[in-house]
């Protein structure tokens, strides 16, 4: 996308809403690939939480825009942005992104004993840093009923893949207690 972006003189727009601000253990997910995007856009955890929307551009792109060319009834406004700045603090000087890549790679290790101990249920592991998905060879659905009954939160998507998204404070023991829940369920099912 880049190299053809680049050779039809076009911008190239990558979406962080959901992998950026460190969710894959850097602070953006287009810095795995060695490629960098013209435009970007960051929402959901670049507030931890308090609702914020940004689109971000490389200056010579940015000059397009001027104040008044683009309005929003909540845009920029200092509270909300008050929160991003100190999110962005928090992760980049508090050690958030070593964290994340480090509980991902354990919470990988660990889903992928699962798929080695029922390797009837779970298809393949997969993911980076702490977006993690499990897919399965039958309908998660039942998994997740289970997992609530016993006091665990899980999502499923596209009907087979098991989602795990914790947040990236996420500690080992909270893993381990996970962990421990789900191999009950995957032998039950
Ligand atoms: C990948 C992705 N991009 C964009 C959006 C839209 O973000 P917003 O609701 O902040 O406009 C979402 C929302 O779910 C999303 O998941």
Known sequence: MRELCDKHNLLLILDEVQVG???????????????????????????????????????DVAVAFVPGTHGSTFGG???????????????????????????????????ESL???????VKNVRGIGLMIGMGLHIPGGEIVKKGHEKGLLLNVTHDTVLRFVPPLIVSK?????????LSAILAEV
Not at 25 to 50: C, N, Q, R, W
Not at 173 to 181: G, W
């Open 21 to 59: 601000m460190g969710r894959t253990g850097k602070l953006f997910a287009y810095e795995h690939f060695g490629v960098t995007p013209d435009i970007m856009t960051l929402a959901k955890a670049l507030a931890s939480g308090a609702p914020i929307g940004t689109m971000l551009a490389r200056e």
């Open 77 to 111: 406004n200092p509270l909300v942005c008050a929160a991003a700045l100190e999110t962005v603090r928090t992760i980049l000087e508090d050690g958030i992104l070593n964290r994340c890549e480090e509980i991902g790679e354990y919470l990988i290790g660990e889903l």
């Open 115 to 121: 798929q080695k101990k029922f390797p009837a249920v």
């Open 173 to 181: 023991a909270e893993v381990d207690e996970m962990i421990k829940i």
